[in-house]
């Protein structure tokens, strides 16, 4: 199949869309890039389904969206920017199981994530996708006024100490490790759409800016409750080539863990974003 027009379904009132075709093995014509890409910024997370692609063409798709963020973990072989999400059998934990966004902890956060499902176990391990645009949409004008003239503190190691104290056996942490921080707008408006973007999440986010940790949770925490209401999210089951590609500056993601005793993995990769822009 060669790329010509695509064809568009939303999955949900809230957020998603799944897109039909399309061969992403293929570059993309500019058409078709084009349209891509405005579905992704009007549904914050859009699906591919039964597409077969190498590393090669995976890595190729992401620098057509733009240049490509350093893979963490676990890597493709000859592909630095490819990462394999994996949980073997044994392991407890998952990558993802908490609502978040990646990379927030990062002075430039990434454009978006672009994952495809290679090996999947034969029921759960789906992902969920929620719309920040859409919570903040629905915040009073009162907490808006007072949300946009904050900054927020976000943190690595603040996803670190959770783990540990977990005792998490997907991820091994060096003492030493660096625990980048960053400081954003609590409300980012979004660079290519132009809507307004409710910009915490609780894996990265510690405070306020010019706030205790303290002072800052009951707001935070409030947030954090008024943004997983479900009309705002849709549920995404993955199938072996599966693709979904996310935009990590409107959505929180979260890998759900009810496979114990399977395997699931899947290849990663980020998509550099720029500086945020404050709403």
Known sequence: MRNTTIDVAPVSGGVGAEIANVDLSHPLNEQTYLEIRAALNEYGVIFFRDQSITPEQHVD???????????????????????????????????????????????????????????????????????????????????????????????????????????????????????????????????????????????????????????SLPLLEFLYGHARRPEYSCRFRWQPGSVAFWDDRQVWHYAVNDYQGERRIMHKLIVAGTPPLAA
């Open 61 to 215: 798709l992401g620098r057509q969206f733009g240049m490509l963020v350093p893979g963490r973990g676990e890597l493709v072989p000859g592909f630095p920017e490819l990462a394999v999400v994996r949980k073997e059998p044994e392991q407890k934990h998952n990558i993802g199981g908490d609502w978040h966004t990646d990379h927030s902890f990062l002075d430039t956060p990434p454009l978006g994530t672009i994952l495809h499902a290679l090996e999947l176990p034969p029921f759960g391990g789906d992902t969920l996708f929620l719309s920040m645009a859409n919570a903040y949409d629905r915040l009073s004008d009162g907490l808006k006024q007072t949300l946009e003239g904050l900054n927020a503190i976000h943190s690595l190691g603040l996803l670190y100490d959770k783990l540990q104290s977990r005792n998490a056996d997907s991820i091994t942490i060096k003492p030493d490790a660096p625990r980048p921080e960053a400081l954003h707008p609590v409300v980012l408006r979004h660079p290519e759409n132009g809507r307004k973007i409710l910009y915490v999440n609780a894996a990265y986010t510690v405070r306020f800016e010019g706030w205790t940790r303290e002072e």
